[in-house]
Structure formats: structure tokens, C-alpha cells
């Protein structure tokens, strides 16, 4: 079984630009998870999708930021425009509904600079 | 808010010692999570802690979880240089609506000594 896939792992890009990450869940997994780390802190909760639908987005930064997740698949992550700030490593992870303990299937990351 | 703390967040220690890092949380919960992560890759799920009292081991690694303390440990015994990397817990919260929003703490970066 393929694990959750992300891509691309390394973007490196200029202030002001825009950047789009995406994240493949498992196959059938409909909870769909965006987390951030900055260097050296907590991996910080960005959004959850129930399939194509947000459920929590309490940990959006900022407009700056907008997640999609059409027909409940893969989901993208766009940050327009980009500022210093958003640097980090940016992880996606997935988890069944049914059942527990919901346990959380992570993908590799994609590692932002932001220059 | 629900908030995660773990400690330390540096750990340097030599080959067969033991030590354990600390997992504290703020509020009720009874799922606590302890994971893996090796320098640029995903994070690994090592234990899932569903009750007061739990205690799972794999190998060199045991952990428990005291929900009335809120407190989870993950315990290290005659620690090898394979065990180098970052070890996070989580902590679900449960939303009004039932689902599950996870909680992390910052990390505990732990460099084993040959």
C-alpha cells in the first residue's frame, strides 16, 4: 500500500512569489491533515479536510494561505504571496474515519524557503 | 487551548545508558501518540496510548501515559546510535463535532554517543 505522498520535496522561492504544495493521502483515507514546522518548534495544526470539506482551518495563518481538497483526493496547499515567515517544513498526514484510533499516516514533508 | 509540552528538547547521551523524555498536556485527552522522525524524512508512528495507564514497549522503547497527571513518558533503555532522531507526542482533542484535532509538542532531538 502506498504511503501519503507530497510534493515537491524542496521549494525554494523569493518573497512575493506563489508556491503550491500537494499532498496524496492514502487510498481511502477521508480525514486529510496539514501541519508546518518551523526550525527547532512544534509541528503547528494548519487544517483538516474530511474528504473535500474543511473541517478546521483554526490554524491558518493567514489569507495568505488557501487549502483545496477537490473530490476528496489529493489536496493542494497554495501560499500567495509568500513572505519570510512562511519558511518551514510544510507536512501532510491521513487517517481513516471509521474505526480508531484514528491513527496518523505522515507523508515525507516539503521543505519551503523563502527567501 | 490545548497546549504540549515535552522535555528535553535536546538529548545527547552515550550508548547503554537509559533516560526518559517527558510528554505533558494541558487538558483531558485519552489518545497520546509518540513518534519518530529521522533527518528529512516522514514521521514514524511508534505507539498509540488509548487509557490511564498504558504502557506499550517495542524494543528499547517503552511508553506509558497517566491521563490524571497528563503526563506520557517515553523511556529509553541501553540506548544504541539507531535511536538518533526526533521523537514527538501528540495529544487528540476532541472537537464539539466528534472528530479529532491533534496537538504536538516540540520535539525531544536525541543524539545517541557510540
Known amino acids: 500500500e502506498a504511503g501519503v505522498t507530497q510534493f515537491p520535496s524542496h521549494s525554494v522561492i523569493e518573497k512575493g512569489q506563489t508556491v503550491t504544495l500537494r499532498c496524496d493521502p492514502i487510498?481511502?483515507?477521508?480525514?486529510l491533515y496539514w501541519y508546518r514546522r518551523v526550525m527547532g518548534k512544534e509541528i503547528k495544526f494548519l487544517l483538516h479536510?474530511?474528504?473535500?470539506?474543511?473541517?478546521?482551518e483554526s490554524g491558518m495563518p493567514n489569507n495568505r494561505f488557501l487549502a483545496e481538497r477537490t473530490g476528496g483526493t489529493y489536496s493542494t496547499l497554495k501560499v500567495q504571496p509568500a513572505e519570510l515567515e512562511d519558511s518551514g517544513v510544510y507536512f501532510c498526514?491521513?487517517?481513516?474515519?471509521?474505526?480508531?484510533?484514528?491513527?496518523?499516516?505522515f507523508g515525507p514533508g516539503t521543505r519551503l524557503t523563502v527567501t | 487551548e490545548l497546549k504540549v509540552e515535552q522535555n528535553p528538547l535536546f538529548l545527547s547521551m552515550q550508548e547503554g545508558k537509559n533516560y526518559t523524555i517527558y510528554c505533558n498536556y494541558s487538558?483531558?485527552?485519552?489518545?497520546l501518540y509518540w513518534y519518530r522522525q529521522d533527518p528529512g524524512k516522514s514521521l514514524e508512528s511508534l505507539f498509540v496510548?488509548?487509557?490511564?495507564?498504558a504502557v506499550k514497549q517495542e524494543g528499547r522503547l517503552m511508553a506509558s501515559l497517566d491521563t490524571k497527571a497528563r503526563l506520557s513518558t517515553l523511556h529509553i533503555t541501553a540506548a544504541v546510535h539507531d535511536l538518533s532522531a526526533t521523537y514527538f507526542c501528540?495529544?487528540?482533542?476532541?472537537?464539539?463535532?466528534?472528530?479529532?484535532?491533534?496537538?504536538f509538542g516540540t520535539g525531544t532531538r536525541l543524539k545517541v554517543l557510540a
Open positions: 501528540a495529544v487528540a482533542a476532541t472537537r464539539t463535532s466528534g472528530t479529532y484535532k491533534y496537538i
Open positions: 487510498s481511502g483515507h477521508d480525514n
Open positions: 498526514a491521513s487517517s481513516q474515519v471509521i474505526g480508531g484510533p484514528y491513527e496518523q499516516y
Open positions: 487538558t483531558t485527552s485519552d489518545r
Open positions: 496510548l488509548l487509557s490511564n495507564g
Open positions: 479536510f474530511v474528504k473535500e470539506s474543511k473541517q478546521d
